[in-house]
């Protein structure tokens, strides 16, 4: 494969107004961002799964600048009661969390807390909670209780629409029957368009040349690889 140089200083959107939506994620808009969604929570939580690349992460994004929560990168620990309770956030999303090596004492205590508290919690995984590895029976017991909404594979006219929003932020111009090529030979996932756009930038950056079918092609042996 060839090296590309990346270019730098480009931040993923989280925000809002950076959001694609379609009928993949449409289950999981209204169960997060309709008015009072929270209180149709049972037991004031939700968890969120879903594929790579689905836009989970950007929905709790969203959702956590909404509610003014406390954002948790799951992957990388849970946080401590102490800390949760000092800081006093109006609710949490948990992001990422394993469905095997999960710190399970660690989130039956925060599941207990937002209880009590009535604090939303909002837990993002690739699987359902149902398919984690869990062996507290109290956890099980929580996890059964909670609401599961699944963010679906996305469609064409989604991808089409990401494609475009991606090209836009990085101030791209690919002509109409380029991307359309493109999308059509690409595997549909959302993850590979954002890789796809990242490469076109730097195809440009190298060459200082429109991006063109003879680059798409390239591009598309590229991703091969």
């Keep these: 494969m060839r090296q590309l140089p990346l270019p730098f200083g480009h931040k993923r959107r989280f925000d809002e107004a950076g959001f694609v939506s379609g009928r993949s994620n449409a289950a999981a808009r209204t169960w997060l961002f309709a008015t009072d969604a929270e209180k149709n929570w049972s037991e004031n939580r939700l968890a969120l799964w879903g594929g790579q690349g689905r836009g989970k992460t950007h929905l709790l994004q969203v959702w956590g600048q909404r509610n003014d929560a406390m954002i948790v990168d799951a992957a990388q620990g849970l946080p401590d009661i102490a800390t949760l309770l000092e800081r006093t956030p109006r609710a949490l999303a948990l992001d990422a969390l394993p469905e095997q090596g999960l710190d399970e004492l660690a989130l039956l205590r925060i599941i207990n807390t ?8 909002l837990m993002v995984a690739r699987m359902p909670p149902s398919l984690w590895t869990v062996t507290l029976p109290d956890l099980c017991s929580r996890l059964r209780a909670t609401m599961t909404v699944e963010v679906g594979p996305a469609e064409d006219v989604l991808l089409y629409r990401l494609m475009l929003r991606l090209l836009a932020e990085r101030q791209l111009v690919v002509p109409r029957q380029i991307t359309d090529w493109l999308l059509q030979r690409l595997p549909r996932e959302a993850s590979v368009i954002e890789d796809a756009v990242s490469r076109i930038d730097a195809v440009t950056l190298a060459s200082g040349q ?8 390239r591009l598309l042996a590229d991703l091969s690889e």
Aim: charged share 40%.
């Design 114 to 121: 937002s209880r009590e508290r009535r604090m939303p919690l």
């Design 210 to 217: 429109p991006f063109d079918l003879r680059a798409a092609t």
